[in-house]
């Protein structure tokens, strides 16, 4: 079985040559998840230490639109990871940008995050409605990190564009709030279901109750998906830097304390799925 987290991030430290850009409304950048910066050399080693084959590998919003340290590494290590670039639908060049995007050596995809009220803006006044035809048109899987609120959205959108595949990262868990709380409008979620070019990312789950590992109180929320999605539209992962328990511990939650995943099951939700949904082969 191979395995492949669907999200991790890495980044390189604030620095006046590389600087991270100051956060709209404060005079810092936004804080890292981790103290020190994550590189993908010691991604690697822990990698090989779990049994982790791949990586998608996404560049955090403290390093705004920066894509260079996750195609490097995709570069460096093809046969280990791949990029899902954050983009400015705003720039200037943009469409130009996006016509071209599949051509970078290592893309797989596109991240667009809209978790906080700042960045859902250009969603609800139509200013990102001009990307989905052209990625569509370029063939770019689309990333989306939205709160349950909006996802309905994307259900229009989906129907609209069945040549452009969507993710929803992390269940379209986007707040602080752990447990129930958390969960309260998830029917959201699983009325995307019913159009094939949108799957789900089931990472970060730890991230989302108070309980320790196992996590008994996440199975039925992710029961649900699965019977909703299925397996070939479920994709495991991480979002490594986030997590409240060992990378270990975010992988054997799937791999060993879920009793009704068949071994099918995990092959593709492990791996299998996502890359597949890629186009990203597996050796």
Known sequence: MSIV???VHIWGPDTPERPWPVHAGSDRPIPPHLPEPLTAEALLRE???LGIDRVILVPPSWEGYRNDLVLTAAARYPDRFGAVGRFDVAAPDARQ???LWMQQPGMLGLQLTFQIPLYEIPLLEGRVDWVWPVAEK???PIHVYAPHRHLHLFDRTAERHPGLKFVINHFGLTGREKDAAAFKEFDRLLALARRPNIAVKASCMPFYTTEAYPFPSLQPYLRR???AFGPRRLFWG???SRLPCSWREGLTFFTEEIPWLTPEDKAWIMGRAICA???WDLP
């Open 277 to 279: 949904w890629h186009g």
């Open 138 to 140: 370029a063939g770019i």
């Open 5 to 7: 987290d669907a999200q």
């Open 47 to 49: 990698m090989d230490a």
């Open 97 to 99: 940008q996006l016509e």
């Open 225 to 227: 998906v699965y019977d």
């Open 238 to 240: 991480t979002d490594l």
